[in-house]
């Protein structure tokens, strides 16, 4: 029991001064308070009692007055590296498997539980629910952000659940699935090219997609760890609204995904980033398996985790002289703009003039990275023109962009975009080129020496197009070879699963020679 004499004298009336008051669970709704020979109940609200609680007295609390669920406090080094400062024994014993955040043997799970805390702590959301499958016992594990004397804490609380059902479902319970695909699904379910290749960082869902709305068939373990789900079948008939995704983002997925998609092979590659996943950037390689059904493997690259060790190998020079569609550029500056985010000295702090190499050849494209706490919009004339907006603020993807256009008096017309990123904030692309120029080549590139294109393009550029050769060539190696093996038109419901697993079969086989 906790004696609160001292405390509550400085805010009860004078005739309640010298009252014993217990608390026997700060949790309980109600304080007991004794006066011989009488005995009186008052409200208790612990939301007022909490505002007010230093970090010290959160701590003490939480020592003394153990709530009936599994709880631990979590904080952060000045380096941002969250460790436990205190642990119950409830959730010593309940969440041992998760706590240790040490060596490259992580599970998914452990993963996924230091992942959210992460989250959490950044403040990209207040409170997380995940559930996870510890040592057989399913649990609910709860993730609440907190701050005391300035200082960010997460608070872990966490209780076992009913068991969960088999990961085996049968067919009966796949509300909408066709029952050609049982075999598929629960082979991507439990993992087995996963297994057989033993890479835990591929994902792999099956898909039934029309524009705006995607259901999901079947997604691996990996794939339901980064979702926030302890077992794939939890999302098995879970479609992007009950997933919170925003409709007009899946209706830009499904276009990418159609404009890429190769109408023979029934196969496309392509890379992108989602506003649910900010920082993360996606490569993925699409099967069309029956008409509007995707099997997708995909991998995932996080901008915002920096690398501490020594620089990557050197990655392939650019071949030839590349040259870029509007589509493809827009992709390498956003790749650009998120590698300046860590390498800042790339970035202008001056607005530039455009020179004369520029305006006197059309086909050359003058583009830099501004950095300033103002921003680059209004220009005015800094660049020596004074430029009309053709429009208000454009959102493509991630990409926000603003468009201007100008009339030289040689009868010449430029135009100018502005684009920048909401989550890598004081940075802006400014690209200059002439009217009639829809495309970007590597060879005609300029801007300040600060850029430094050629270090830039083979840097980020080349990285990530080594990435996409290498999905482009599961697709020409793998997808390609099964098409040789079985004739398209045979390819009925009954056919879909061996089909699919021949498809499987030649990934296990070349990578595995690896």
Request: proline content about 6%.
């Amino acid at each position: 029991m906790i004696h609160l004499t001292r405390w509550y004298s400085s805010v009860l009336p004078l005739q309640w001064r010298g009252i014993v008051l217990y608390i026997r669970n700060p949790l309980y709704t109600a304080v007991t308070v004794q006066k011989n020979p009488l005995l009186l109940s008052i409200p208790y609200r612990p939301p007022v009692f909490m505002a007010t609680r230093s970090l010290r007295d959160l701590s003490l609390s939480f020592r003394i007055a153990p709530a009936p669920k599994a709880m631990m406090i979590v904080r952060f080094s000045k380096e941002g590296q969250p460790f436990v400062s205190l642990v119950d024994d409830m959730a010593k014993s309940i969440l041992s498997p998760l706590l240790d955040n040490s060596g490259s043997g992580r599970n998914e799970d452990v993963r996924s539980f230091w992942k959210t805390i992460e989250t959490v702590g950044r403040g990209e959301t207040e409170r997380e629910e995940v559930k996870f499958q510890v040592s057989g016992s399913p649990l609910s594990v709860k993730f609440r952000q907190t701050r005391a004397n300035g200082e960010t804490t997460v608070i872990v609380t966490a209780r076992k659940t009913k068991r969960a059902q088999s990961q085996m479902i049968p067919s009966s319970n796949r509300s909408g699935i066709p029952m050609e695909l049982n075999g598929l699904i629960n082979a991507i379910e439990q993992d087995v090219i996963g297994k057989i290749l033993g890479i835990d960082q591929m994902f792999l869902g099956l898909f039934e997609a029309v524009r705006g709305r995607y259901s999901i068939f079947a997604v691996s373990p990996s794939f339901a760890h980064l979702l926030h789900y302890s077992q794939p079948h939890e999302l098995r008939g879970m479609n992007t609204t009950d997933l919170s995704c925003p409709t007009a983002e899946s209706g830009i997925i499904f276009d990418q995904i159609s404009s890429n998609m190769n109408p023979d092979t029934k196969t496309a590659t392509l890379s992108t980033s989602l506003h649910h996943f900010p920082g993360i950037f996606f490569f993925f390689a699409i099967r069309e398996i029956t008409p509007g059904v995707n099997l997708s493997l995909f991998i995932a690259h996080d901008h915002n985790r920096h690398s501490m060790g020594p620089p990557p190998p050197a990655v392939p020079a650019l071949p030839g002289n590349p040259v870029w569609r509007r589509s493809e550029w827009d992709e390498v500056l956003e790749n650009c703009l998120h590698y300046i985010h860590f390498n800042r000295h790339h970035a202008s702090h001056s607005k530039m003039t455009l020179p004369k190499e520029f305006l006197e050849d059309s086909k050359r494209v003058y583009c830099y990275v501004y950095t300033g706490e103002r921003g680059f919009l209004p220009s005015g004339n800094s660049d020596g023109y004074i430029w009309r907006s053709s429009c208000g603020i454009v959102s493509g993807g991630s990409m926000k962009k603003k468009y201007h256009y100008v009339d030289l008096p040689d009868g010449k017309k430029l135009r100018r975009r502005v684009m920048w990123l909401e989550q890598v904030k004081d940075l802006y692309i400014v690209e200059y080129r002439h009217h009639d120029n829809n495309y970007t080549a590597a060879d005609l590139l300029l801007g300040p020496d600060c850029m430094d294109w050629d270090r830039l393009l083979h840097r980020v550029h080349a990285a990530n197009q080594h990435l996409n050769n290498s999905l482009a060539s599961i697709q020409s190696g793998h997808f390609n070879r099964a098409e040789t093996r079985v004739n398209q038109s045979e390819i009925g419901s009954e056919n879909v699963v061996s089909y699919v697993n021949d498809i499987l079969t030649n990934w296990a086989t070349e990578y595995g020679r690896q």
